[in-house]
């Protein structure tokens, strides 16, 4: 009941406030309703038990990017650079695409049935919301009844991780993920089967990908000194 | 499930991405159009967590979202920094400007 309370207030938050970003015409008024947009998404995420993910979200994003973007409209507001007007005209057109854009997608997501979406899915784990809810309802049933129709330790122990997952400790799960590990999909997997690919490779990857893309962006905004042709011989 | 299903998130998803397409297209400011490419960025991570829980996927789609957060700090700082050059050649950042870029 609360989290559907929650959800709902930062679902209108999320998006009242990305409406606020495109109707709006002053950039920092767009980088604070920018800000107050993502905050709401790192709270979905929180409630989707995504913590670390979360906690990334407000550091990276909020804490990080927005900040690096308002640098930018500092650095580059000079009078009449802060408010540059959409003409009416192309306002009205970009409202009419979006509205077009925004119906076909809801009317995709909403013609598709998710419900049984679980037995169309070649695998044999279980989403975490319905391990969810099966503990809720056998915990309301006999829990006797329940401790019996476990399978073997091999479910046992993917039931104590999935309740960790549950529990929204992601953060150890997601480590090991970036290791090339993969705990959450091969403890319940048969011998022989092979294990599944983690995200080291990735993971290296996007690492040097930050590495040179911050030494590139140093590169391109560095201070240069304006040359003037006459008066270069005085510097 | 608490009644919350996977069909909100994703609508709040593209609601999120619809604005920040159109945050995109009509913006003249190039930081703007910066804002609205972080925009679309957290409308497909919101797809991606909301399918990661209620989906048997696991955790694959947190990673991908993981990857998403840092990939768009990356692209955030490059762009940043191709507009505060556009800004010292030009001294504005109208994006209609740019169309002398060309080569």
């Not at chain 1, 500092?74 to 959409?86: C, D, H, P, Q």
């Not at chain 1, 169309?120 to 329940?146: F, K, Y």
Request: charged share 15%; aromatic share 8%; with cysteine.
């Amino acid at each position: 009941m609360i989290e559907q309370l929650l959800f709902w207030v930062f679902a209108i938050l999320t998006c009242g406030a990305a409406v606020a970003v495109v109707a709006t015409q002053n950039v920092v008024r767009m980088a604070f309703w920018l800000i107050v947009s993502l905050g709401s998404v790192s709270a979905l995420f929180f409630l989707l038990h995504a913590d670390f993910l979360g906690a990334a979200q407000l550091l990276i994003y909020v804490g990080g990017t927005v900040v690096l973007l308002v640098f930018g409209v500092m650095l580059t507001a000079s009078g009449s650079s802060v408010r540059i007007k959409t003409s009416p005209a192309e306002a009205f057109v970009g409202a009419g695409v979006g509205l077009l854009l925004l119906s076909v997608l809801l009317f995709s997501v909403t013609s598709v049935e998710w419900d049984d979406l679980e037995s169309r899915l070649p695998t044999r784990n279980l989403s975490p919301a319905a391990i969810d809810s099966q503990r809720e309802a056998s915990s309301d049933a006999d829990v006797a009844a329940a401790g019996s129709s476990v399978a073997g330790p091999a479910r046992e122990a993917q039931a104590a991780l999935a309740a960790r997952t549950q529990a929204g400790r992601t953060v150890r799960q997601l480590g090991l993920g970036f290791l090339g590990l993969r705990p959450d999909q091969d403890l319940n997997r048969p011998e022989g089967e092979g294990l599944s690919s983690g995200y080291l490779l990735p993971f290296e990857i996007v690492s040097i990908h930050l590495l040179v893309v911050l030494v590139g962006a140093a590169y391109l905004a560095r201070a240069k000194r304006r040359v003037v042709a006459g008066a270069s011989a005085d510097l | 499930m608490g009644g919350v299903g996977l069909e909100a998130y994703l609508i709040v998803g593209a609601i999120l991405f619809v604005c920040g397409v159109v945050c995109m297209a009509t913006k003249r400011n190039a930081i703007g159009v910066l804002m609205g490419v972080e925009l679309v960025l957290n409308g497909a991570n919101i797809n991606f967590v909301a399918f990661s829980r209620f989906t048997p996927l696991g955790l694959d789609g947190q990673s991908f979202a993981l990857f998403v957060v840092v990939l768009a700090a990356a692209e955030a700082a490059v762009a940043l920094a191709i507009a505060l050059n556009f800004y010292n050649n030009h001294t504005t950042i109208d994006v209609d400007r740019g169309n002398e870029l060309h080569g």
